[in-house]
T-cell receptor, first 117, second 114 residues
Framework: GAVVSQHPSWVICKSGTSVKIECRSL??????MFWYRQFPKQSLMLMAT?????????EQGVEKDKFLINHASLTLSTLTVTSAHPEDSSFYIC?????????????FGQGTRLTVV | AQSVTQPDIHITVSEGASLELRCNYSYGATPYLFWYVQSPGQGLQLLLK??????LVQGIKGFEAEFKRSQSSFNLRKPSVHWSDAAEYFC????????????FGTGTQLKVEL
C-alpha cells in the first residue's frame, strides 16, 4: 500500500512552452501533497505544499505564477511549469501523506526529469 | 527552522564492511526522523523512520538507525554492505504534530568497492 505515482517520468519540452506533471496517490487519500525540486547531485528542496481544495502554499523564493499547483481531488495534485526555460530543467518529486494514518509519513513518487531545450 | 546536516558528502566502503552514515539535526523539539535512499534518476525509498519509543530503529535491507537525543543525531548503520547499496542517502526531519513537510540533508553518496 501507500503508492504514489508520478507522470510523466521524463519530459523534454521547448523553451517557452508549459509542462504539466501529475502526482497521484494510488491506494490512499492524500489531503496534503508536497512538491520538491532536486538539482543534479543536490538535495531536495521543498517548493510548495498542496492542499486539497485550497491554494497551495509556496516556499520563499518559488514563483507561484511560474509553478502552478492544483490539488483538485484527494488523490491528484498537478504541477504545471509555465513558460519553461532551460534553468527550469530539474528533477521534480512529489510526496503525499496518507490522511488515514495516525502518524504522519510521506510517500514519494518516482520523480519527473524535466529537460527544457 | 529545523535543519539537517549530513557531514559526509561521499563515503566509500568495501563490500562486506560495516557502514555508518551520519546525520545531525537542529530542532527545538523531538522531530520525526527519516532515512531515504535514492538510486540515480529514481525517486526516494524509505529505509526507516523514527517517531517515538525505542531509539534503535530497524529498517529495510538490513539498515538500522539510532536516535540520540543528547547528540541530536540519527545515524544510519549497516553491519555488512552489499554492492547494491551504492546510492545516495538522505536524512530528513519532519515536524511533530503533522510532520509531513520534510527538510532534507544534503545527502551522502555511498560507493561500494568490490
Amino acid at each position: 500500500g501507500a503508492v504514489v505515482s508520478q507522470h510523466p517520468s521524463w519530459v523534454i519540452c521547448k523553451s517557452g512552452t508549459s509542462v504539466k506533471i501529475e502526482c497521484r496517490s494510488l491506494d490512499f487519500q492524500a489531503t496534503t501533497m508536497f512538491w520538491y525540486r532536486q538539482f543534479p547531485k543536490q538535495s531536495l528542496m521543498l517548493m510548495a505544499t498542496s492542499n486539497e481544495g485550497s491554494k497551495a502554499t509556496y516556499e520563499q523564493g518559488v514563483e507561484k505564477d511560474k509553478f502552478l499547483i492544483n490539488h483538485a481531488s484527494l488523490t491528484l495534485s498537478t504541477l504545471t511549469v509555465t513558460s519553461a526555460h532551460p534553468e527550469d530543467s530539474s528533477f521534480y518529486i512529489c510526496s503525499a501523506t496518507d490522511r488515514g494514518r495516525t502518524v504522519a509519513e510521506a510517500f514519494f513518487g518516482q520523480g519527473t526529469r524535466l529537460t527544457v531545450v | 527552522a529545523q535543519s539537517v546536516t549530513q557531514p559526509d558528502i561521499h563515503i566509500t566502503v568495501s563490500e562486506g564492511a560495516s557502514l555508518e552514515l551520519r546525520c545531525n539535526y537542529s530542532y527545538g523539539a523531538t522531530p520525526y526522523l527519516f532515512w531515504y535512499v535514492q538510486s540515480p534518476g529514481q525517486g526516494l525509498q524509505l529505509l526507516l523512520k523514527y517517531f517515538s519509543g525505542d531509539t534503535l530503529v530497524q529498517g529495510i535491507k538490513g539498515f538500522e538507525a539510532e536516535f540520540k537525543r543528547s547528540q541530536s543525531s540519527f545515524n544510519l548503520r549497516k553491519p555488512s554492505v552489499h554492492w547494491s547499496d551504492a546510492a545516495e542517502y538522505f536524512c530528513a526531519v519532519g515536524l511533530t504534530g503533522g510532520g509531513n513537510k520534510l527538510t532534507f540533508g544534503t545527502g551522502t553518496q555511498l560507493k561500494v568497492e568490490l
